[in-house]
């Protein structure tokens, strides 16, 4: 179940990639390219506390899925090193 803070990078059908938050009737912000939204998305999830942030790629299937800190994160990676 997603949380109200986090957010989604898309492409909208206008060709540019929207930064919206999860449960809002319109984006945050729009951007010429994915690379500009996403960065702008973990901007917005760093200044309200962490969250998950999920990328989707031209074809709206989902590409990448983030904790930005200090979200927690369900299933950290295991650490092999130690």
Do not use: C, F
Not at 28 to 40: E, F, I, L
Not at 52 to 60: A, E, H, I, V
């Amino acid at each position: 179940m997603s949380k109200g803070r986090d957010r989604m990078v898309y492409q909208r059908a206008d060709g540019r990639w929207a930064n919206e938050r999860n449960g809002a009737s319109r984006a945050s912000s729009v951007h010429g390219t994915q690379r500009d939204a996403v960065q702008a998305a973990r901007t917005n999830l760093t200044n309200q506390g962490g969250g998950d942030l999920t990328t989707k790629g031209r074809d709206g299937r989902i590409r990448s899925k983030d904790t930005i800190a200090p979200g927690r994160d369900p299933n950290p990676p295991r650490d092999t090193e130690h």
